[in-house]
């Protein structure tokens, strides 16, 4: 089993910055890849960006260039630094971790919320 605690999120003006963390515990060397996903309200859950074991990383169109997701490998933490944020930014950012086995652990989210 895996555990993941995400934090960072809060309210911030469009154009602003905020950065995620999402810490992992438990059997953390069993993950081969980690992601970011989130929902706005009405809507389905929508992969923001990956990162591999091996350090590849993908991005929605929607987020690239203005987001960044990396690890510390030491803190088993990833990271997702968010610039230059828009109002349709806003949404609750899930932390997800999947396995060798393909099973995917899921944080609590955060909310992010972009004012105009």
């Known amino acids: 089993q895996v555990q993941l605690v995400e934090s960072g999120g809060g309210l911030v003006q469009a154009g602003g910055s905020l950065r995620l963390s999402c810490a992992a515990s438990g059997n953390i060397f069993s993950i081969i890849s980690r992601a970011w996903y989130r929902q706005a309200p009405g809507k389905g859950r929508e992969l923001v960006a990956t990162?591999?074991?091996?350090?590849?990383?993908n991005y929605a169109d929607s987020v690239k260039g203005r987001f960044t997701i990396s690890r510390d490998n030491a803190k088993n933490t990833v990271y997702l630094q968010m610039n230059s944020l828009k109002p349709e930014d806003t949404a609750v950012y899930y932390c997800?971790?999947?396995?060798?086995?393909?099973?995917?652990?899921w944080g609590q989210g955060t909310q992010v919320t972009v004012s105009s």
């Open positions: 997800r971790h999947r396995d060798y086995r393909s099973n995917d652990y």
């Open positions: 990162i591999t074991s091996g350090a590849s990383t």
